[in-house]
């Protein structure tokens, strides 16, 4: 049976009655009622007003290919009447699972041999704060068990992965973050390291994790774990110092190196991966999000050799796994997406072509007489709101300058996230240089309306 065709009012009043959103204010959300999206082609979301609104943010940083693939649909189709379900536990395996993860090994070659599959980015950070105890116990070291995180990082919504991420927000709704992770400050040079050369910002930054190794004690640290470039925390991109510095700490220790690539990973920096794009080499790598370009939940964790040789050679069980590991719809689909990043050459077109061109375009927000700041990379960008461009003074809060520069853009089709009072954005990949032109420019004149707003 297809969905029921009803009314915009009817959608927003059976929402309103019965279902609990993700990250929502439900007081808020029931006084305006939901924005309902009815379909999507593209690089273009449809809502049931009948407007149409450019996805600046790929759904949620994952709908890397864009809306409509009909040949992401035909491969789920294709394999849910092959095989719509089986597991990978007790020494069982398909083919879409098993082909899959000898595709990955090869997409994520030389450095990246063995994949565990998740279904989500959350349940892929679980298992691989899993995987990195497991390997310390292999290693005789389980007293190696503390995990660094970094302040206003996120690694999704589990128990495990909001402890280990630094939202303060998060934390307080936690009644008890789980002990064991500690957390580092960002390598936020806007926010956070005024006047400092970024350089030896990224540097003094970097080495805080040296510091923080010193005060528990290298005989305790596991790993370091945090995301390339911050996605949630509102696309923060460390100076070019900063990750060689950080690979060097962690190998001077010993300790493992994770990198979350729930964003950054299958070309979103124009890169395969984050740590590709900063010439560093991590242990473990999280995905989920552009792996199935967000058309099936999927995730996993690709192993480089060092812990995949050593939890795949024995020790006894791994007891770990979700019945959706390796989910052969999924896998299905994700072979599909690898297949197309291939054929339409995506990840080489954002670093060569399309990246370059939204990075220069984009740069141009920084005349607007609002903007303090506009960074980016790859297919990211960064918008700082401010009152006042020389000193980098913020609007006061209650000015809600980023919330309302973000309906703005909703009702004048554009999807620009704010996180606070940075405006981010994370088009598709396949958006094209007209594309990029139209987000250009309705930002600008989003950044009209919201400067007007605020004067009154
Ligand atoms: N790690 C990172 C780096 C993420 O960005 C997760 C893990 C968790 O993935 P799942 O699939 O469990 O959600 C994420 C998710 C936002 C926003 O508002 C970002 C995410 C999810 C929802 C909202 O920017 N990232």
Not at 350 to 362: F, I
């Amino acid at each position: 049976m297809p969905i029921p065709i009803r009314s915009k009012q009817d959608w927003q009043a059976l929402d309103a009655a019965h279902h609990l959103h993700p990250f929502t204010d439900y007081a808020d959300l029931a006084a305006k009622g939901a924005r309902i999206i009815s379909w999507a082609e593209g690089a273009h979301l449809h809502d049931a007003d009948g407007r149409t609104i450019l996805d600046g943010m790929s759904g949620l940083w994952c709908v890397n290919l864009g809306y409509g693939r009909r040949e992401l649909a035909e491969a789920a189709q294709r394999q849910m009447l092959e095989l719509p379900y089986y597991n990978n536990f007790f020494q069982t395996a398909h083919p879409p699972a098993i082909e899959l993860a000898h595709r990955l090994a090869e997409f994520a070659a030389p450095d990246y041999t063995r994949v565990f599959f998740t279904g989500s980015g959350s349940e892929s950070v679980d298992t691989a704060i899993r995987m990195i105890w497991r390997y310390w116990q292999l290693q005789g070291q389980p007293q190696r068990n503390v995990i660094i995180g970094r302040r206003n990082g996120y690694h999704g919504s589990t128990i495990a992965g909001a402890s280990l991420g630094g939202m303060k927000a998060v934390h307080a709704q936690l009644a008890h973050p789980l002990p064991g992770f500690v957390h580092i400050d960002q390598p936020y040079a806007f926010g956070e390291g005024a006047g400092l050369d970024p350089a030896a910002f990224g540097l003094e930054r970097a080495r805080q994790l040296a510091q923080k190794i010193e005060e528990i004690g290298p005989d305790k640290v596991a790993a370091f774990f945090a995301e390339p470039i911050q996605g949630a925390g509102g696309v923060i991109i460390p100076p070019d110092t900063y990750w060689p510095e950080i690979e060097r700490i962690c190998r001077h220790h010993g300790i493992l190196l994770v990198t979350d690539e729930v964003i950054c990973g299958f070309g979103r920096t124009g890169q395969r991966f984050g740590a590709e794009y900063f010439g560093v080499k991590p242990d473990l790598m999280t995905v989920a999000k552009g792996l199935t370009s967000g058309y099936v939940p999927m995730g996993a964790v690709l192993l480089g050799a060092r812990v995949g040789e050593a939890l795949a050679s024995g020790g006894g069980e791994f007891f770990h796994g979700y019945t959706y590991s390796g989910h052969p719809v999924a896998a299905a689909v994700a072979l599909e997406v690898l297949r197309v990043l291939e054929r339409e050459r995506v990840i080489e077109r954002v670093r060569e072509d399309t990246g370059p061109y939204l990075q220069q375009r984009w740069r141009t927000l920084a005349e607007h007489p609002l903007v303090g700041e506009a960074r980016g990379l790859g297919f990211f960008g960064a918008i700082e709101l401010v009152k006042d461009k020389a000193s980098r003074e913020r609007f006061p809060e209650e000015k809600s300058a980023g919330l309302r520069c973000r309906e703005f853009c909703f009702d004048n089709g554009l999807v620009m996230r704010a996180v606070g009072d940075t405006m981010i954005v994370a088009p598709p990949l396949i958006l094209d240089r007209d594309g990029i032109d139209e987000l250009v420019e309705k930002a600008w004149k989003c950044l009209d309306l919201t400067a007007q707003a605020l004067r009154n």
